[in-house]
T-cell receptor, first 110, second 113 residues
């Protein structure tokens, strides 16, 4: 099976700084990874994804890095804004199902 | 706009009663999923369905049942056999297959007293 874990349950950053959220997965056969953002009382929203044939992918203010050697991925958010406050989940596809980590709560300090 | 609709947003039930949570999607997706989320926790898979009239148990299926009679609908019944039913329930859909992005509804918060 697959297990996914996040390194820190909470992360606090200053507004304008960059945020880095880390995630580890267990199944070396996992080949597709997704980051989601969840605001309070809502469902998770897709942020960015990456397949195992890539090691980096960039979106608008976000970058995902994948290190298959150590089974680790990270989400980088540039110039963090108050609207980035949320819980962030990484997820990895195991056969037939998407397995989620426990989430990192990102708090922005003014 | 296409999306996933879960209703109601809040649901209250007495212990011992079955309750059905609604999930409808108009994205024309083949696959649908139910996840449970407890405070401070990640999402745990209850049931999933890759096609109409077929579904499989996820990691925590005990005390739950589903049906998939129509492509757009995947209702979840929380039965009285579920020992700790109070939770936030999330429905999702995807195009299908074993990879792909899941699209989520905004959840139903179920409280059982």
């Amino acid at each position: 099976g697959e297990s996914v874990g996040l390194h820190l349950p909470t992360l606090s950053v200053q507004e304008g700084d960059n945020s880095i959220i880390n995630c580890a997965y267990s199944n070396s056969a996992s080949d597709y990874f997704i980051w989601y953002k969840q605001e309070s009382g809502k469902g998770p929203q897709f942020i960015i994804d990456i397949r195992s044939n890539m090691d980096k992918r960039q979106g608008q203010r976000v970058t995902v890095l994948l290190n298959k050697t150590v089974k680790h991925l990270s989400l980088q958010i540039a110039a963090t804004q108050p609207g980035d406050s949320a819980v962030y989940f990484c997820a990895a596809w195991a056969p037939q199902k998407l397995v989620f980590g426990q989430g990192t709560r990102l708090t922005i300090n003014p | 706009d296409g999306g996933i609709t879960q209703s109601p947003k809040y649901l209250f039930r007495k212990e011992g009663q079955n309750v059905t949570l609604s999930c409808e999607q108009n994205l024309n997706h083949d696959a649908m999923y139910w996840y449970r989320q407890d405070p401070g926790q990640g999402l745990r898979l209850i049931y999933y369905s890759q096609i109409v009239n077929d579904f499989q148990k996820g990691d925590i299926a005990e005390g739950y049942s589903v049906s998939r009679e129509k492509k757009e609908s995947f209702p979840l019944t929380v039965t009285s056999a579920q020992k700790n039913p109070t939770a936030f329930y999330l429905c999702a859909s995807s195009i299908g297959g074993q990879t792909g992005r899941l699209h989520f509804g905004n959840g139903t918060r179920l409280t059982v007293t």
